[in-house]
């Protein structure tokens, strides 16, 4: 027997003694049972506060987004909302929980897809994006991969504009160090990471190249390709002149077998040109180049990959060969188009009087 | 018809010079653009249909190698020609060499286009024509060599500096542009779709010419000949119907290529 919600009439004793609360009588939480004497009781007891034992977590969820809901969006969300049917719920520990591990994404995706229908929760769809993820992924061979509650907590759920969030920007590369510790290391001094502590709005961290959500195979052309793209997004002159290159011509092509951003500069260990410590530093560059090009020289390095044809000073012969080639592709693309239209004019609509001369 | 006298203009040898040059100009076109207009929406389509990174890059090499190797035998039949004595092949009517003539030749024919003049007489080679070939020569130079150093980029940097593979890379795609663009419009135009020449001028694949049409066309070369009685040797039977409809269809594909290659240029100028 159930109500037209859905929830039983009844509570199935199995089922309760199986919970993690089987031991519990049911005063422990339906305090006002306690005073009924005459049974059966009424039809509404009232609302059991979970937070008469589990002070902590009740409090997380009251500061959190989650507690904080606008009625518009659905309304505050409850315990059992993520926990389960408030007669079954299991400990986290179990496989069977909605709250196990590798059950979290989708209980988060009940609100989390963009899914609408009647009543609906909507949070933002993001669930999609995790399911394809490398984590995702992960998450099918080892639980140490991370769910979503291992990096957004599970009560105390707060919005990345928050200062103490997890996600803050500013807080994503301790975040993602938990588990990427040398990532984070190399990271750490770079000078995006100096950027971004000094509240630099825009500045990179883990997820401004990685994504957030979606997180794709770093060795995947698809990923290669697009953080080119993402480095383009603040350097966007370094963007122009590289796909002037042969290296970003090939690129925007589609094939990554050539330099990309992270190539020469280092992805984590991104540092100032005039940074001894940077891959491009002139003391280091030597060296970079020779990955791909093994016996390059000294005066191979002084090529300019981000070379700016109207940069007279940095590339004055670049400068002055391209303002040649301009002139000498105009010259003779009007003299001869003048000379060819004219002449198609002549033989089109004139009598030939060709043959007058020598008749 | 079938007494139709023609005239041979071109050997076997330059008309084989002239089929290499113009595969492997179209070749390299073909297999360069996408990478000129890497940002263009036909460029990707186009390299992965061409077999991707490694294998336009390959045909791109091979392509560039068959020139140069087919430049080079031209430039050593010319030496040739010249230590065995031959006369006109380096100054005079019949040289391919630009001489005071053709600014003349060119100012008449200006002034005919414009209803100013009669038609100059032409001799041998025309001023375009010799345009036309020594545009290949400077091309050779400008984009063989800048192709070479973008090829062996560590070589040639033992001796050059760093900014001139800049100039380098600027200067084979600006060439390229102007070569191709050149070819595809207006030497297809001036040789081959003309009103007088629609839709294409077969000389240079069957190597022969209508006698009438040589003395109307080159009536200095023509008279030439006749005077010096050099005509009769020069006298060819009518190009095997076969082999010119092979010629002509092989002739149009590659017509047809390099207009399509126009106007992908086209289209990426117009779009970027």
């Known amino acids: ?359 | 018809m079938a007494d139709r006298r023609y005239v041979r203009r071109f050997g076997r040898s330059e008309r084989l010079q002239h089929l290499v040059l113009l595969v492997t100009f179209l070749g390299l076109a073909a297999t360069g653009l996408p990478l000129l207009f890497s940002d263009a929406a036909w460029a990707r389509p186009m390299a992965q249909l061409l077999g991707g990174f490694g294998v336009t890059g390959t045909l791109h090499r091979i392509f560039a190698a068959s020139l140069i190797a087919v430049s080079l035998v031209h430039v050593s039949w010319i030496a040739l020609r010249v230590l065995r004595g031959e006369r006109g092949v380096l100054w005079g009517p019949t040289s391919l060499v630009p001489q005071p003539r053709d600014l003349v030749e060119l100012y008449r024919h200006v002034r005919w286009f414009l209803w100013r003049g009669p038609k100059p007489a032409f001799d041998r080679y025309t001023y375009w024509e010799k345009f036309d070939y020594l545009a290949v020569f400077w091309g050779m130079v400008i984009i063989g060599g800048s192709g070479l150093m973008l090829w062996f980029p560590e070589f040639f940097a033992r001796f050059l500096p760093g900014w001139a593979f800049n100039v380098a890379l600027l200067v084979h795609g600006e060439e390229a542009l102007l070569a191709v663009g050149f070819i595809v419009t207006i030497h297809f135009f001036n040789s081959h779709m003309r009103p007088r020449k629609f839709p294409m001028d077969m000389v240079m694949f069957t190597g022969v010419v209508p006698e009438e049409e040589y003395a109307r066309e080159r009536p200095l070369e023509y008279a030439r000949l006749k005077s010096k009685a050099a005509l009769e040797a020069l006298l060819a039977p009518p190009p095997d119907p076969r082999f010119e409809r092979r010629a002509r269809l092989g002739g149009g594909v590659a017509i047809a290529v390099g207009l399509m290659l126009f106007v992908l240029i086209v289209v990426a100028s117009l779009t970027r």
């Open chain 1, 1 to 359: 027997m159930v109500r037209a919600d859905g929830r039983p009439v009844v509570v199935r004793p199995d089922a309760f003694a199986a919970s993690i609360h089987g031991g519990l009588s049911c005063i422990d939480c339906h305090a006002d049972l306690a005073t009924v004497s005459d049974f059966p009781h009424p039809e509404r007891l009232a609302p059991v506060s979970c937070a008469s034992c589990h002070d902590e977590p009740a409090a997380g969820l009251m500061r959190s987004v989650h507690g904080t809901v606008s009625a518009a969006a659905g309304g505050a969300l409850q315990c059992a909302a993520c926990h389960g049917p408030p007669h079954q719920i299991k400990p986290s520990s179990d496989f069977e929980s909605p709250t196990h591990k590798l059950q979290i994404a989708e209980t988060c995706a009940e609100c989390h897809s963009g899914l609408t229908g009647p009543g609906a929760r909507r949070g933002p769809a993001v669930a999609g994006m995790f399911a394809d993820s490398i984590h995702a992924m992960a998450l099918e061979r080892t639980t140490v991969a991370p769910a979503c509650t291992d990096c957004h907590h599970s009560h105390d759920i707060l919005r990345k504009t928050d200062a103490k969030s997890p996600v803050h920007p500013p807080n994503i590369p301790a975040a993602c160090g938990t588990c990427h510790g040398e990532q984070r290391r190399l990271f750490g001094d770079s000078v995006h990471a100096e950027r971004l502590a000094a509240g630099s709005p825009g500045a990179p961290q883990c997820a401004s190249c990685h994504t957030a959500h979606r997180m794709a195979a770093t060795a995947s052309d698809e990923w290669q390709l697009a953080a080119v793209e993402q480095c383009g997004t603040c350097h966007r002159e370094a963007l122009a002149t590289y796909r002037d290159s042969v290296h970003g011509q090939v690129t925007a092509l589609g094939f990554t077998p050539v330099a990309k951003c992270a190539d020469c500069h280092e992805s984590h260990q991104v540092y100032r040109v005039t940074d001894a410590r940077s891959s491009v530093s002139p003391q280091n560059l030597l060296t970079t180049c020779r990955t791909c090009h093994p016996s390059a020289t000294p005066n191979f390095v002084q090529f300019q990959p981000h070379a700016n044809k109207e940069d007279r000073d940095r590339l004055p012969a670049l400068y002055y060969a391209a303002l040649f080639m301009d002139g000498l592709l105009l010259s003779v693309f009007v003299f001869f188009a003048a000379h060819t239209l004219l002449w198609f004019a002549r033989e089109r609509i004139g009598p030939s009087d060709e043959g007058a001369h020598h008749g």
